[in-house]
């Protein structure tokens, strides 16, 4: 189907990776599988982090090469470090994405490295990438551009000079996430205009968090600062255990919705996207789906943008 | 407070009508009070309709009675025909709404009239009114004008004849509501945008629900288009109890937390609303509340436009 807009499910790396349940590989599978089904053409299937620190992500090469093998899907891979992009590259992933703290705090706090040393980190991994698989898209979003819970505000200047950095390092898409849920419509619109001036068309995804209500208001936004990709995933997973009724990414189903009633073409079937939920909900009993559109089913008379 | 948007309260009403329940007078009262002294300057308070079909309603004459005794707040009271109207007036209602159906099965189901025998209640209403209460403004706020459950799509050019038939009736302002969270953000603003191009600033309240997630992105839609009136309800009251998960109106604190955010001045402090949350929760057990701006808490640095 044709699609005017690319919507990239990051649910089985951004949800699984704060829930303490590990998900089987199969079920896993399944759930790629049944999104695939549905239309999405981009997933963020996995992280390559070490093990140890993330059994969640115990899989990632054998869920990278399985998933690779569904006809037409780019099988996207987090990775945090050259270490993790070798791996990545290794197992077949079709385009990697680097998370870049956008505050210096949240770099110390997260990788232990300044970002000026992740900078560096990301010039090496594109290096490797451009000897070892030249095909391969590198992206680098830089996560909490929009409000640090460490720092609190951050400021516009430098997450644009972040992302003019990351690009200047040989990214080919640079994005920008709301990674703890502070954006508001107003900073999104402002902040992704400004990087779509300075980078033009290496403006990557809008990956904003629902935690406070506001994830679709955001991502509209953005889509009307001339953003066309954004990221999201199936039930809304990625919220904080420790913040009950706190939701993490926005809701594949509700944002696809949203663009579809818009008249926005996804390329996905929004039933076949809510039944997909259902091996969601089996695999990961007792943790909280979010998503408003599957309880309440689609409107009476509803004709998808894709189907009009 | 200073305010750029007017966010009128409907909780009491719009929240309170679909729950088996029946709050306590008192907890209405302690409910409304905890609004006010958070800065609502407005709050339907009420549904003046016949006891035996809305027990939830009885005591709606004490509640606006006691209401009209907090300063500078605008008790705004429903009213389906004249018996209620004249009900209202007599209680001391400082301002009436009048939902009027946008297609004509959900007239026919809902009040048991046609859309143009509900103009002609209207325009009595209003003749009512002039002689007995000239200074009382009347909102005729038309339902489902956004899809509807029974007739699926409404059409456009209907619900903008039937806004400008009401303004002919007399009324002061007139609104449009999202009653089955059927919106989209683009129909939103080609509606609202119609409306003001045709009635200008007597364009009434968009009362928009968030079923399907999209309340907010409708809301930011509809400011966009020139709104600057919002119904919402505080814990987002207002769901359908027989679809679970499919919640009713935008809470009022995620709308005011995403205009202040955003720069726009609500008037309202949002961390006494959402204490406010509590007097709901208590009086209210075992009813779904949402909204997400409670669980998660403020943004760390977080300064309201209030207080810039």
């Known amino acids: 189907m044709a699609a005017d807009v690319l919507i990239s499910e990051c649910g089985p790396r951004d949800g699984l990776q704060i829930i303490d349940q590990v998900m089987a590989t199969a079920d896993k599978l399944a759930w790629i599988e049944a999104m695939h089904a549905a239309g999405i053409t981009e997933i963020e299937v996995c992280s390559f982090v070490p093990a140890h620190l993330m059994p969640q992500m115990a899989d990632a090469a054998e869920v ?119 954006a508001n419509p107003a900073q999104t619109r402002r902040l992704f205009t400004r990087l779509i001036g300075e980078i033009g068309e290496r403006c990557g995804a809008a990956h904003m968090h629902n935690t406070r209500g506001l994830g679709l208001a955001n991502t509209l936004a953005a889509f009307e600062a001339g953003v066309r990709t954004f990221d999201s995933s199936l039930c809304g997973l990625g919220g904080c255990p420790h913040a009950p009724g706190a939701s993490g990414n926005v809701a594949t189903e509700d944002l696809a919705f949203m663009f579809e009633a818009m008249g926005v073409r996804t390329g996905i079937d929004l039933e076949r996207l809510i039944a997909a939920r259902a091996i969601v909900a089996r695999a990961l009993p007792g943790v909280p789906l979010y998503g408003m559109l599957a309880p309440a089913g689609l409107p009476l008379g509803f004709v998808p943008a894709s189907a009009r």
Request: charged letters at 20%.
């Open 64 to 182: 990278v090469a399985a998933s690779a093998r569904l006809a037409g899907l780019t099988v996207l891979a987090l990775v945090p470090n050259l270490r993790g992009a070798e791996a990545a590259i290794a197992a077949g992933a079709h385009k990697l994405t680097i998370p870049v703290s956008g505050s210096e705090q949240h770099s110390l706090a997260n990788v232990r490295r300044t970002r000026a040393a992740m900078v560096d980190e990301v010039a090496r991994i594109v290096a490797m990438r451009n000897e070892r698989a030249p095909h391969v898209p590198i992206e680098a979003n830089i996560s909490v551009a929009f409000g640090c819970t460490i720092a609190g505000p951050v400021p516009e200047d430098e997450v644009i000079r972040l992302s003019l950095a990351l690009v200047e390092a040989g990214v080919d898409i640079s994005g920008l996430s709301d990674t703890t849920g502070m």
